[in-house]
């Protein structure tokens, strides 16, 4: 797991366009380790999608 999480964390570097959290990188890694679906109802991981786990965005309203 912590290697999936290097390797967001490299792809999502602080201070770019594509910063993260450390506990969305811990949503994102655990959800590509189970190969699951990740729901969201944000678009903090639309660039994840496809990459390293499936990213639904399910409106809230």
């Known amino acids: 797991m912590h290697l999936i999480m290097e390797r967001i ?3 999502c570097w602080p201070g770019s366009a594509r910063s ?6 811990w949503i994102a890694a655990t959800a590509s ?3 699951a679906t990740l729901l ?3 678009h ?3 660039h994840l999608d496809g990459h390293f ?7 809230p309203q």
């Open 53 to 59: 786990c499936e990213v639904i965005y399910i409106d």
């Open 33 to 35: 380790v189970l190969k």
């Open 9 to 11: 964390h490299l792809e």
């Open 20 to 25: 993260m959290g450390d506990h969305d990188i």
């Open 40 to 42: 969201t109802t944000d």
């Open 44 to 46: 903090d991981f639309d």
